[in-house]
């Protein structure tokens, strides 16, 4: 069974650092693409950054701020995120890719809040 | 800026109704388009990818279509499990832009 555990959310400042992980199982980890996705408090999925064969991804919204990386050697699934704005607040999701690009798995979420 | 455009961000129907959510991307996108339900609380859930595939243990009720730039979301007949938030996206390539989610509810 897949699995997939987010950490690390938190309170942080305007400004401030905060770094992301996934941990995950129930398949090989280093055979699939991953994503993160989030969603601010009552609103919609927004996707934040993909690692993809080698190539990354990011959403212009958090390009040069966060880094997606990952640990094949721990199956985990990163995200460092610098510069953190309010707008940042939200939950965040990292989802393992099927076949071509879509989500069939996704972890419980962490919750980022950005404020003074 | 890539858009993925659903409508409408809301509906109310009875139960038993055929109800219908569209999705429109400013670009052609061929079939890469999915459908997430999310429910209240709840970490979203694949409904279909390919635009029409349904995925394993999704109840038959839910249908998809389309190609290009314009999907449909059909469900044949709404029960009350079916209140959520749906969502389209799609992943031909990056980003992976999700639509605005059309919230569900029974009337």
């Known amino acids: 069974e897949v699995q997939l555990v987010e950490s690390g959310g938190g309170v942080i400042q305007p400004g401030g650092s905060l770094r992301l992980s996934c941990a995950a199982s129930?398949?090989?980890?280093?055979?699939?693409?991953m994503s993160w996705v989030r969603q601010a408090p009552g609103e919609g999925l927004v996707w934040v950054a993909a690692?993809?064969?080698?190539?990354?991804y990011y959403a212009d919204s958090v390009k040069g701020r966060f880094t997606i990386s990952r640990d094949n050697s721990k199956d985990t699934l990163y995200l460092q995120m610098n510069s953190l704005r309010v707008e940042d607040t939200a939950v965040y999701y990292c989802?393992?890719?099927?076949?071509?690009?879509?989500?069939?798995?996704w972890g419980q979420g962490t919750l980022v809040t950005v404020s003074s | 800026d890539f858009q993925m455009t659903q409508s409408p961000s809301s509906l109310s129907a009875s139960v038993g109704d055929r109800v219908t959510i569209t999705c429109r991307a400013s670009?052609?996108?061929?079939?890469?388009l999915a459908w997430y339900q999310q429910k209240p609380g709840k970490v979203p859930e694949l409904l279909i990818y390919?635009?029409?595939t349904l995925q394993s243990g999704v109840p038959s009720r839910f249908s998809g279509s389309g190609s290009g730039t314009d999907f449909t979301l059909t469900i044949s007949s709404l029960q009350p499990a079916d209140v959520a938030t749906y969502y389209c996206?799609?992943?031909?390539?990056?980003?992976?832009?999700f639509g605005g989610g059309t919230k569900v509810e029974i009337k």
């Open positions: 996206q799609k992943y031909n390539n990056a980003p992976l832009t």
């Open positions: 690692l993809s064969r080698g190539r990354i």
């Open positions: 670009q052609g996108i061929s079939n890469y």
């Open positions: 989802a393992k890719e099927g076949q071509l690009g879509y989500f069939p798995h």
């Open positions: 390919s635009a029409s």
């Open positions: 129930g398949f090989t980890f280093s055979s699939y693409p």
